[in-house]
């Protein structure tokens, strides 16, 4: 069973930058979309950046530019390096991942990922 566990968010001011983590284990499958997602109270979720297994990437276009997805195999890390931030980019931001097929994973599919983790705090202030 995969399991997902994200780290780094926090409080910046508005131009910061954070880097979030995302712990990965239990994969079985060679083929996975993976990707970050972030959702405000009372608004729906909205996908930021994915990754698919074949490298490819997607970015949402409020955040082309700011944010970058990467990943680090060896040791099942998965990165969201968030620069410029805005204060409209103050969410919740979780971590989400599925064994798909290769070529389907995109930025707008990641909030309808199978496995999430518990979501890391992003705030930023003006």
């Known amino acids: 069973q995969v399991q997902l566990v994200e780290s780094g968010g926090g409080s910046v001011q508005a131009g910061g930058s954070l880097r979030l983590t995302c712990a990965a284990s239990?994969?079985?499958?060679?083929?996975?979309?993976m990707g970050w997602f972030r959702q405000v109270p009372g608004k729906e979720r909205e996908g930021v950046a994915s990754?698919?297994?074949?490298?490819?990437?997607d970015y949402a276009d409020s955040v082309k530019g700011r944010f970058t997805i990467s990943q680090d195999n060896a040791n099942n890390t998965l990165y969201l390096q968030l620069n410029m931030l805005k204060p409209e980019d103050t969410a919740m931001y979780y971590c989400a991942s599925s064994a798909i097929p290769v070529g389907y994973c995109t930025d707008a599919l990641t909030p309808y990922l199978e496995v999430w983790g518990q979501g890391t705090l992003v705030t930023v202030s003006s």
């Open positions: 990754l698919d297994s074949d490298g490819s990437i």
């Open positions: 239990g994969y079985t499958s060679s083929t996975y979309c």
